[in-house]
Each structure stands twice: as C-alpha cells, then as structure tokens.
C-alpha cells in the first residue's frame, strides 16, 4: 500500500486559501489513510511476532545471557586487577581507571543553583501546572512569593476524533476511497 504522501509544509499559506470545511475534509482523509495504513502495520507486526516468537525469544534469552557473562567477565577482571595491579590480565581484557563522578543530586542542586544556575533546566510543563494552581488559589498566593508568569486567555481549537462526516467531498460527493 505504497501511495504518494506530499509534504504539507511545503504548499501555501492553507488558512488564506482553503475554508475550515476543506481543511477538515483534508484532515478526516489524512486522518483515515493513517489510521488505515497503521493497522496494516499493527497486523503485520503481530503476524510477523507471532510467525517469530520463537527466534525473539530465544535473542531474548541470549541477550540476558550475554549481558550476565559480560558482568562477571568485567568484575573478574577488576578483582584481579584490585589483587594484582595487572592492567592486562588476558587477551582482550584491560581494565583503565576513569574518573567517575559521585555526588548526591540535591547537594549538587543547591550548589548549581548558586553557582552555575544554566545547569538546571526548567520543566516548563510542570512550571505552567503550578503557576495554574497558584494564580487560581488565593491561599497559595498568600504564602508563595509571586511567580514570573500569567494565565492568559488563548483561544485552542479542540478537534473531534471522529471526522467522518467530512470524508464528503465539500461539493456533496463522496471521496474516492477506492485509490488506496
């Protein structure tokens, strides 16, 4: 089910050329193509587990093996080295020693605060929760110092899921979904 996908970032400026109905009839269309050809997809991804079950298994099994050897190959290696300072105990083995940073996250946090602030990263989802809940609350309000931010009005268009009805062409005929 190859088909031909335009890039949509690529056309005009759609809002000064197309109507809301065309775009949503454009929507339900793309929207239909995708859910279909992600079935297919999903179908065939349990056809081909299912067909495979045996082989993903078994890399599975291999691969928790492989990371168990590995394991005790390099503390092996590292009690030997740690007993006797022998950097190359076989073939194919080398045990270096690397600086390796260890600290406690918050001790580090209060210190980054200070010092390098640029360390941290705002979680700007959470930061826009709280403002929320703080510029809507008249108690927190009164204990908090106030934060950088306002809740402003902005106008979010919701789309419906289910756009089936416009799967009708905005002359009154139906899509042609037999091109697929």
Known sequence: MAEQITDPTTTEDVNATRSLETLLHELAEARRLY???KAELDAKRI????WNAPLIDSVAAHKTALDHAEKLAREAAER????TGESKPAPGVEVKIVEVPVFEPVDAAAWARQYMPGLLTLDEKAYGKVLREVTNSKTLTAVLPAMPGLMVADAKAYLARDLSAYLEVPDGSHSDSSNE
């Not at 030997?80 to 007993?83: G, V």
Request: glycine share 0%.
């Open 35 to 37: 859910d279909t050809a």
């Open 47 to 50: 056809e081909y587990e299912t």
């Open 80 to 83: 030997h080295y740690e007993d």
